[in-house]
């Protein structure tokens, strides 16, 4: 027991929300005994089970195998990898969101500022700790690794502190990754949030986006690209079954390795040198080297000398959060394409 002579253990957000759920706990048990030894005379506490939800909801969501039942549209969410945070600022959550960690790269100019108002909680993942500080009641996670186990963020452990999670579709175990997942990805944030018009938006501007882009290259011969993600000894590169191939196909290309079967694998440099391409295709993320750092190592490789994308030193890059299941996977699309035919743009 505090005497008043010494400090009193921190109250920390985790403690106060234990301290809360143990108060209406014990609220509700006395309402409970009052109404049993008094009788019917007053009304009744309303049952939460019974209570009115907002309008639209509850609404159940099936993800990667994990259901939930949202009564209401969350109004504390933290983002844990770029692409989620970038997608809630799409469709103007900014306001729901108290918390965002691991950015992957420079926001795209017109989020940039709702985004740097956002609590950066980590610039990697949080630990488990950490997120249950911020209070939310969702969780989004871009990578599987928002919700790594051996980290003790599991699913389950938020779920048992009474926090709901949510991971992008791209890591529910489905290989084929394409755009149609994006779309559908921003139309279940939208449920989830009570805002399908506005995801219905969304989703017919970014198709529009990639449209346009795919129309001004119409016509073009498609350009032999080769996805350079990283790798010395070998080249790690996006699979036929990745959301690039299409990004590259949409744009007026063609991916020299679609058909590795799987979004990535690696490949020999022998096997990157037989396939000539044209457009070499640069992946931009902070684990892997700077951007100028892979050409000069592509540009040094005797081996690679006769390649025509190394002769001419034609590179396009794209930041690894643009292809992803977020919406800056739409706005590639014309990055991509006035890489591959620039001429078409001019």
């Not at 920390?12 to 809360?20: G, K, N, S």
């Not at 007026?252 to 679609?258: D, E, I, L, P």
């Not at 391409?277 to 190592?297: L, N, R, T, W």
Request: with cysteine; glycine share 8%.
């Amino acid at each position: 027991m505090y005497d008043g002579t010494t400090r009193p253990p921190l109250f920390t957000p985790a403690r106060r929300r234990h301290a809360l759920r143990a108060t209406a706990a014990a609220v509700a048990l006395a309402a409970t005994l009052l109404t049993a030894g008094c009788g019917s005379s007053g009304e009744a506490a309303q049952d939460p089970k019974t209570a009115p939800s907002a309008a639209g909801f509850p609404v159940t969501i099936d993800n990667c195998g994990v259901e939930t039942t949202y009564d209401k549209p969350p109004s504390r969410v933290v983002t844990i990898h770029q692409h989620p945070a970038e997608l809630m600022l799409a469709l103007g959550l900014k306001d729901r969101m108290v918390g965002t960690a691991f950015p992957d790269s420079a926001v795209l100019p017109r989020w940039q500022k709702d985004f740097a108002a956002i609590p950066e909680l980590a610039a990697k993942e949080p630990s488990f700790e950490k997120l249950l500080d911020a209070e939310p009641d969702l969780v989004y996670g871009g990578y599987g690794s928002a919700f790594d186990e051996n980290e003790g963020r599991s699913r389950k452990a938020f779920a048992d502190a009474g926090i709901d999670t949510y991971l992008n579709r791209e890591y529910c175990g489905k290989k084929q990754v394409t755009m149609k997942d994006t779309y559908d990805e921003i139309r279940t944030i939208g449920r989830i949030f009570g805002i399908s018009e506005r995801a219905d938006k969304l989703v017919t501007d970014l198709k529009s986006e990639v449209d346009k882009a795919s129309t001004a290259v119409e016509g073009e011969s498609d350009v032999p690209v080769f996805v350079y993600d990283s790798g010395d000894k070998t080249a790690f590169t996006a699979g036929g079954k990745s959301l690039g191939t299409e990004l590259i196909r949409l744009a007026g290309g063609n991916n020299v390795f679609a058909d590795l079967d799987d979004v990535f694998g690696d490949v020999s440099w022998e096997q990157v040198v037989e396939r000539k391409p044209e457009v070499i295709a640069i992946y931009d993320y902070a684990d892997a080297g700077s951007v100028e750092q892979k050409k000069k190592f592509l540009l040094s490789q005797p081996a690679l000398a006769d390649v025509p994308a190394v002769k001419n030193k034609r590179f396009v890059v794209l930041p690894l959060t643009a292809t992803l299941v977020g919406v800056r996977s739409a706005y590639a699309v014309e990055d991509l394409a006035r890489g591959l035919h620039p001429e078409s743009f001019r």
